[in-house]
């Protein structure tokens, strides 16, 4: 296969095992404490690969944090983040203007800020007002930064008692993920790379992506962002069950562009049985419009597994899309020029 990866932005899928006891040693020397005797809620204030730890984090979760937990996406925080609120401003650049503006408005209400970057303006407020900080490795993507993050305020928040069931030891999770990328490495892998599969069965399609709320939440945006950006496809998303009360009249449309759609499924085996009900109903009625259809399953037996398997396993897609497109997955020209174009408005 003709490969544009001139950045060789596979080491990143590779390597990616590595953040998750990296993201532990990334806590452990931040050190950070939280007060958490008034804590109300956690807001986290984040944009494009910052912002999906926060989400990740949300919905694996789900039936372990002790309080409520919202990923806000503009240039303001919520009224309600005050002394009541952990803020954690995530931008892996820290030069993200949403986030620098977001986190000003906490600023002197006494809310606690945590930052986490790599460096930038955030990280230089974080140093003029005294927040804690935990730095990130520089030199990544931010969207193949995510385990750093991800598992970094993990255990951050494990270790101030703000979840139940809080692991300290996830070695065992790092060496199933190290598995699941092998399998997906046409060059280190021997026989069927479903990955590899499922980027020929997507190329040339507009890819429609399901998962369900609330562990599997956040997969269909994840893939959603990495086709975008690796891949440099389109593609739409939406979560069951709410999809169930709206977009499923969408598919009644008849017109020619429903042959470049294609609706994939990101399903864990054994989701709740009203869930499982849902997405085999939802399938029939999409197969009816005459769309063409896949699904997609975890792997693993924990939450942890099954979502990061299918992590992976996007990752994987996306970065062979980009070949099959023959684009570099590393290079992300719309975005600089935006930002190019904002900087000189300023």
């Known amino acids: 296969m003709y490969s544009p990866d001139k950045s060789n932005f596979k080491k990143y899928l590779t390597d990616f ?16 404490s939280v007060n958490t005797e008034n804590i109300q809620n956690i807001v986290y204030l984040g944009m494009g690969g910052s912002a999906i730890a926060g989400d990740l984090l949300k919905d694996t979760l789900f039936k372990q944090l002790h309080v409520p937990m919202t990923v806000h996406r503009t240039y303001h925080a919520p009224a309600f983040a005050n002394g009541n609120s952990l803020v954690v401003a995530c931008s892996y650049s820290g030069n993200t203007e949403e986030v ?37 490795p520089a030199g ?28 300290e030891d996830l070695s065992s999770l790092g060496t199933f993920v190290k598995d699941e990328i092998c399998k997906h490495d046409a060059t280190r892998h021997d026989g069927h790379i479903l990955a590899l599969e499922l980027a020929k069965t997507l190329h040339h399609h507009i890819p429609v992506l399901y998962s369900s709320s609330p562990f599997l939440q956040t997969i269909s945006r994840r893939w959603q962002n990495q086709l975008h950006e ?19 009249v969408g598919w009644e449309m ?4 429903m042959d470049n759609l294609m609706a994939v499924f990101l399903e864990n085996e054994n989701p709740m049985p009203r869930i499982k009900m849902r997405i085999t109903h939802t399938i029939e009625v999409i197969k009816k419009s ?22 992976v396993l996007g990752d994987w897609v996306s970065y062979y899309l980009a070949l099959l497109n023959k684009k570099d997955p590393m290079h992300i020209a719309n975005i600089d020029y935006l930002k190019q174009q904002l900087a000189q408005a300023n």
Request: glycine share 8%; hydrophobic share 40%.
């Open 17 to 32: 095992y590595t953040q998750i006891d990296a993201g532990k040693k990334l806590s452990d020397t931040a050190g950070v």
């Open 100 to 136: 620098l503006s977001a986190v000003d408005d906490v600023a002197d209400n006494g809310a606690q800020v945590l930052v986490i970057s790599s460096g930038g303006a955030l990280t230089k407020r974080a140093s003029e007002n005294g927040w804690p900080l935990i730095t990130l």
């Open 140 to 167: 990544y993507p931010p969207r193949m930064a995510l385990g750093f993050m991800f598992f970094a305020l993990y255990h951050t928040l494990g270790r101030n008692n703000l979840l139940d069931d809080y692991q």
């Open 230 to 248: 690796n891949g440099k496809v389109l593609a739409f998303r939406n979560v069951l069950p709410e999809m169930n009360h709206n977009e499923i």
């Open 254 to 257: 008849e017109l020619p562009c």
């Open 290 to 311: 005459g769309v063409k259809l896949i699904e997609v399953y975890s792997s693993g037996e924990t939450v942890f597994e099954k979502v990061f398997s299918l992590i």
